[in-house]
């Protein structure tokens, strides 16, 4: 079969539903034979960068694989920032790149769109990836597609494939499905056995889920295990949102000192901390208010298990979370866990400048009469806003925190599902990406878009206030919104924000720009707890000056 018919299937058969990609020339028979094979609509966007965080949070959002198609150079190098993020947050984003063919290799010219050497590009992606293949050979194609593919899948990573212009009509075999994971059945038995007897020893264990729990498609299973075994259940930063589809309702997100006391002593005392597919970074842990006693962690991520201080390496989180499954039974030593974090409700629709806790708010009330959405978030004071919303799905760049992500994610979670995401970013991070929402109307889409504009890169701004850089002035987005062909709302106080996020909610086919002005100087809870933790944390370890 050709190689595009091949590789959409294979791709398929991983549980991609859709393309996002933008062609150029090296690209067009990729393309032409992607529309020509049918089996995966292609959504086309204005950027490469928007495509990437688009085909990111759709894996994110389908624990499938997402898919980015792209042109050569101008198109593969502009897409290596998303891919890096996608690694770094453990997201199967598949990169499709075209390249030169034979005849232009040879001709002895430097080719337009090539960096350095004409495989500049593969060496790049080969950092930023589980795997890579330059498929050129039809006897090995079908291999090295279900060996990079597979690695996506099996390491949750992002990998490269690049296909040369001339080779995307070749024949080649059948690319077998997914190979089973590897399991050592005796490994896995002896890991579960101890972590359920440390487990069953502790006084105050606790469960800590991450992104890897859902990027697995775990969370009924984990629940499962939380329920047999009555242990109080979190989530890490980057694990905003897992769980809210099962019977288990974590009690609320770790942010050590930034975030709810309750739950940060529930963690930081835990005798047993169980961590599933956390991310162990610096945005989960760093302002813990001590650092944890890792005697007393057990930590399950990229398929090894440390318990205290010894590894099991080669354990996949499924084969863990089933195996304790196996052991499972009712923990004594389990105090009872916080009540679950009441969320701030109840918004005051009155003539008061707009806070960010005033959008979570506004947001939750919205929630309790039109129901929960799907959420996107970008980098800023919007994400830590999203902490005070009531536990619902997002997918945000919490640890990478690269900005740009939230409205071309929150474009590729309608594209890839057909739900209705809202959306929350910053003024800055909306410069950069925003324009994408000019697609919505040609995509037939329609995200709520709610813009937190503080003038300002306010995350910069509050640990440098007197750097002038940080100041971004302010725009008409809301007239902007609607020369692109959706609706904006200019938003200065309360019963704004309240009455535009109700008209948004309920008009269809048109995107909705929310335009909040926010009150000069105000930030949310969680961001004011994290300046103060970092404030302090610094005061602890003064900044070696420079010599
Ligand atoms: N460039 C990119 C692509 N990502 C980044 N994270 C940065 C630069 C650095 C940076 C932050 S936070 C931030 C910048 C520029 C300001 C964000 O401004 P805005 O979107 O308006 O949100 P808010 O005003 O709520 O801060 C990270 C932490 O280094
Ligand atoms: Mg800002």
Not at 43 to 68: I, K, M, Q
Not at 107 to 129: C, K, N, W, Y
Not at 245 to 272: F, H, K, N
Request: proline share 7%.
């Amino acid at each position: 079969m050709r190689l595009v018919e091949a590789l959409t299937a294979a791709l398929r058969e991983r549980g991609a539903g859709c393309i996002f990609g933008i062609p150029g020339d090296f690209a067009l028979p990729l393309f032409d034979g992607l529309v020509a094979q049918g089996d995966l609509p292609v959504h086309t966007l204005a950027h490469e960068p928007s495509v990437g965080f688009a085909a990111d949070a759709a894996a994110r959002y389908t624990s499938g694989l997402g898919v980015a198609a792209v042109t050569y150079g101008a198109g593969g190098f502009n897409i290596v920032n998303a891919t890096a993020g996608a690694y770094a947050e453990k997201s199967p984003l598949v990169v499709i790149s075209g390249a030169p063919g034979e005849a232009e290799c040879a001709s002895g010219l430097l080719v337009h769109h090539q960096g350095p050497r004409l495989d500049s590009q593969m060496r790049v992606f080969a950092e930023i990836t589980a795997a890579s293949a330059r498929l050129d050979d039809p006897r090995t194609a079908a291999a090295e597609i279900r060996r990079v593919l597979d690695a996506a899948l099996h390491d949750a990573r992002p990998v490269y494939l690049e296909i040369p212009r001339d080779r995307v009509g070749m024949r080649i075999g059948r690319v077998p499905p997914p190979a089973p994971l590897g399991v050592d059945e005796e490994a896995v038995a002896d890991c579960a056995e101890e972590v359920m007897d440390r487990l069953a020893r502790a006084r105050r264990p606790v469960l800590m889920v991450g992104v890897e729990v859902r990027r697995y498609g775990l969370e009924a299973r984990v629940a499962e295990l939380a329920r047999r075994l009555r242990i109080p259940v979190v989530t890490s930063f980057m694990g905003r949102g897992l769980m809210t589809g099962t019977q288990v309702q974590p009690v609320g997100t770790y942010l050590g000192l930034a975030g709810d006391p309750r739950i940060s002593r529930l963690v930081e005392e835990s005798d047993a901390l169980l961590l599933l597919g956390v991310i162990l970074s610096d945005t989960n842990f760093a302002v813990s208010a001590g650092r944890l006693d890792l005697r007393r962690v057990i930590h399950a991520f990229d398929r090894r298990v440390r318990v205290a201080h010894h590894i099991y390496p080669e354990v996949p989180l499924m084969a863990l979370v089933e195996g304790l499954l196996e052991r499972a039974r009712p923990l004594e030593g389990v105090g009872m866990a916080p009540l679950p974090v009441d969320w701030p409700r109840g918004l005051v629709a009155d003539e008061e400048p707009v806070t960010p806790v005033d959008i979570a708010r506004a947001i939750n009330d919205a929630f309790a009469r039109h129901g929960p959405m799907p959420m996107t978030a970008d980098v800023g004071d919007c994400l830590f806003t999203a902490m005070d919303i009531a536990h619902t799905e997002l997918a945000a760049p919490g640890y990478y925190a690269g900005m740009g992500f939230g409205v071309p994610a929150g474009i590729g979670v309608q594209l890839a599902t057909g739900r209705r995401t809202l959306v929350l970013v910053g003024d800055g991070a909306f410069q950069m990406t925003g324009m994408e929402l000019a697609g919505c109307g040609r995509l037939g889409i329609d995200p709520v878009v709610v813009l937190f504009d503080n003038a300002g890169w306010e995350m910069l701004r509050v640990f440098d206030p007197e750097a002038p850089f940080n100041d971004l002035g302010s725009m008409d987005w809301a007239a902007l919104a609607r020369a692109l062909g959706g609706d904006g709302y200019t938003i200065r106080c309360r019963r704004e924000l309240r009455e535009a996020l109700d008209a948004a909610l309920t008009t269809r086919g048109r995107f909705q720009l929310l335009h909040v002005r926010l009150k000069p100087g105000a930030i949310s809870p969680t961001l004011a707890r994290f300046v103060e933790a970092q404030k302090r944390a610094r005061r602890r370890r003064p900044e070696r000056r420079a010599a």
